[in-house]
């Protein structure tokens, strides 16, 4: 009798090791199924598709976005548009929102985003930048018909500054502060680069900030109508909004654009690049290498400025991996 127990005890020890062992190998065998790996780590998904966020269609982000979109898409196989918006602001507000994966927008409004100041009431926590791309030039749109040749002749006049989210309000609001006044002193109007063109044009405003590379499309069709003017500012103002802002950088209007007959000088801060922190490294690494190794298929004039030695240059944020990965391969560094 015992030997029988004890025969039946070792058949029931050999098999319940064997179905363990076919639970643990089928267990395993799941996993790599599910993860495309041994060790348990979890495989990176390519999106089949991805939203590159832009800003209205008479400015420098939506074209730009247009051929960036292109290029993804021939050299990495995904699926990308670009998307018109109310450009950096809201930009960064839709990515926190899970509503688009790439997004244009200015340093000073990705910087304002992270750290949840200014038009942001809370921090936006899932951007990484992919790279900085080129000057992004304020410019004081006028005609020669309105008699504003400074920025102190915009008091008490029509004016937009920018679309509702666009980062364009917020250089506007400084600009104006270093000069003595504020939206108050001025009719502001909250209108997209093409709606303010088109009011300059029919007379319903009387000047624009513009905040965007030159030449700007919007800008360009005023001035096939139209003697533009772009308002200047003085040295001394340069200086002060530098020292209290430090993500301006002195610019200029250069002579000939919009027909202008010499240069005019103005401030910049810069257009980058940035994606949602949870794509994944190789994604990016992937997006960023075929934007900088194909800029020549750019065909706005301001792909000529974006250069991959400059890219790390005052991004502001941190660097999303995959970029930071190709870029650490080119050795390029932020200066």
């Given at each position: 009798m015992k030997k029988k127990t004890f025969l039946l005890s070792m058949?029931?020890?050999?098999?319940?090791?064997?179905i363990l062992a076919a639970c643990g190998s089928s267990t395993k065998e799941e996993e790599e199924t599910t993860t495309g790996t041994s060790g348990g780590e979890k495989a990176e998904e390519k999106p089949k598709f991805i939203s590159i966020l832009t800003g209205g269609t008479g400015g420098t982000y939506y074209p730009l976005g247009g051929s960036f979109a292109k290029i993804i898409k021939d050299a990495t196989g995904i699926e990308a548009n670009a998307e018109t918006s109310g450009a950096s602001a809201e930009n960064m507000n839709t990515l926190k929102n899970g509503d688009g994966e790439i997004a244009f927008t200015q340093t000073d409004i990705a910087a304002y985003a992270v750290e949840g100041k200014l038009m942001f009431k809370e921090k936006v926590g899932n951007i990484k930048a992919i790279a900085t791309?080129?000057?992004?030039?304020?410019?004081?749109?006028?005609?020669?018909?309105?008699?504003?040749?400074?920025?102190?002749?915009?008091?008490?006049?029509?004016?937009?500054?920018g679309a509702p989210g666009s980062g364009t309000a917020a250089n506007a609001e400084q600009i104006l502060e270093v000069h003595g006044l504020s939206f108050n002193d001025i009719q502001?109007?909250?209108l997209s680069f093409d709606e303010s063109t088109q009011g300059i044009q029919d007379g319903t405003i009387d000047?624009?900030?513009?905040?965007?590379?030159?030449?700007?499309?919007?800008?360009?069709?005023?001035?096939?109508?139209?003697?533009v003017v772009i308002v200047p500012i003085a040295q001394?103002?340069?200086?002060?909004?530098?020292?209290?802002y430090?993500?301006?950088?002195?610019?200029?209007?250069p002579?000939?654009?919009?027909?202008?007959?010499?240069?005019?000088?103005?401030?910049a801060v810069q257009a980058m690049l940035v994606a949602r922190s949870d794509l994944s490294e190789q994604v990016v690494y992937d997006i960023t290498k075929a934007i900088f190794e194909n800029l020549d298929k750019v065909t706005h004039a301001k792909g000529k400025l974006i250069k991959v030695e400059n890219a790390l240059n005052g991004v502001g944020i941190d660097v999303h991996p995959g970029a930071k990965k190709y870029f650490d391969e080119k050795g390029v560094k932020a200066e």
């Open positions: 058949i029931f020890v050999v098999v319940m090791s064997m791309l080129y000057p992004e030039t304020i410019q004081i749109v006028t005609t020669k018909k309105s008699g504003i040749k400074s920025i102190a002749d915009l008091k008490g006049k029509k004016v937009s500054v502001k109007q909250d000047a624009a900030f513009v905040t965007a590379g030159t030449p700007t499309g919007a800008v360009e069709s005023l001035s096939a109508t139209e003697n001394d103002k340069i200086d002060e909004l530098i020292k209290k430090p993500y301006y950088i002195k610019d200029e209007v002579s000939g654009t919009y027909g202008l007959s010499s240069v005019v000088s103005t401030v």
